[in-house]
Structure formats: C-alpha cells, structure tokens
C-alpha cells in the first residue's frame, strides 16, 4: 500500500472501567474495525480481562485524533500514552485491528509499568506470543 501522509503510532495502557463488563470489549472492536478501515488506521488491541493495551498506526492526523476520542472514552480509564512517534512502514499492515484477549494477567501488564522506548519494544517483543483475532 502506498502511504499518502506521513505514518505515525501511539501505544497506550488503560483500564477497563469498573461499570463496565468485560465483555464490552466485543462491541469496542467491532465498532473500531468499522472506523478504522474508513480512517486507514491498523493496529492491535490487547485485553487480559481488565487492562487494554493498545497499538494504533495510520496517518499521523487521524491517529492523533483517534487518541483524542479515545481518551475520553469513559468505558476506560487511566489512559496513560507509553509511546508515540513517526513511523517508517506499518507494523500491522496485514490486518486492520487485531484483538489478542488472554484471561487473566498477561505479561502485557508489564507494559503499564515502562514508557517510552522501553515500553514500545516490551510490548513488540511480546506480540509473537498474542493469540491474535482479526
Ligand atoms: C480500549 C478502547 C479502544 C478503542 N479503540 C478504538 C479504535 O481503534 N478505533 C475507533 O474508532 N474507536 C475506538 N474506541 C472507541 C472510541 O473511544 C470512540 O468511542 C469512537 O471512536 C467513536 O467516537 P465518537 O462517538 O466521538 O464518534 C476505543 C475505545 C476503547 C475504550
């Protein structure tokens, strides 16, 4: 796929809310696939049953708007950003938003506790071992 727009990507951690089941996190990926395929964003979305960690790529405005929503989005909280910045080629070009769900606390978690560099190659180094849906 040729790019047309500079490439950029943020890797966040959040909390899933205590109203909320975890089951939401059904109708939170179908409605972002939808979306996301309009807007030319891919990524991974990573849920243990309580934390999301989550690896938005795409051109850098509507990424950047995407976190905007997402932040207020009040079926999470504690949105912390561990990474952000420009990107050469995607990462997840082959699918438009995988969802990887373990039950229980994944080592993921990890992620939560890092920023930065260090946070973005945690959670790359741990991609191999997702169960990934798409
Ligand atoms: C953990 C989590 C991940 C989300 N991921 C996406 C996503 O990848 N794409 C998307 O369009 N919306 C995603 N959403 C939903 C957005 O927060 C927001 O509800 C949606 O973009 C619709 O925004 P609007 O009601 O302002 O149009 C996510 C929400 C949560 C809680």
Redesign the pocket.
Known sequence: MTEEQPLHEILYC?LLAQDQPATAVGA?VS??RT??AE?N?T?L?VFDGMR?C?H?EGPCDAVEA?MH??E??P??IDVRVVYEGPLATRRYGGFG?GLAESEGPHPMSGVHTLSGDAALAHFLALRSSFDISS
């Open positions: 959040s939170i409605q972002a979306r996301n807007q964003i990524g979305l999301f989550q938005l995407l929503r997402i207020h989005d079926r999470h938003m």
